[in-house]
């Protein structure tokens, strides 16, 4: 089994960056696709990123490609959300979750076996 913790949220304002950081304990996070996803209020939890084992591949949701970099460091069992250019569109919990196909990268919640407590991203327009 595998706990994640999400640290790195928090409030900034339209165009700002944040870096997300989930961190894995438990388990080596090599052994796991790892995948961000966010949940505003009133929505469900949607896919933002993800990234095979290896981190020779990413996915990204349409909107958040070319702003957001998803990066893992197997030897820190870390991952991580670089976003750029935030928009209040992109407030919301956001949620690290790992997946034992550890080759795919999937986009669907109930693919994923373990998840995080969750981080708030705010921003302000």
């Known amino acids: 089994q595998v706990q994640l913790v999400e640290t790195g949220g928090g409030l900034v304002q339209a165009g700002g960056s944040l870096r997300l950081s989930c961190e894995a304990s438990g388990r080596t996070l090599s052994r796991y696709a790892v995948g961000w996803f966010r949940q505003a209020p009133g929505k469900g939890r949607e896919f933002v990123a993800g990234?095979?084992?290896?981190?020779?591949?990413?996915d990204y949701k349409a909107s958040v490609k070319g702003r957001f970099t998803i990066s893992r460091a197997n030897a820190r069992n870390t991952v991580y959300l670089q976003m750029d250019s935030l928009k209040p569109e992109d407030t919301a919990v956001y949620y690290c979750a790992a997946d034992s196909t550890r080759w795919l990268i999937n986009q669907a919640v109930q693919e994923y076996d373990y998840w995080g407590q969750g981080t708030q991203v705010t921003v302000s327009s």
């Open positions: 990234i095979n084992w290896s981190g020779s591949n990413t």
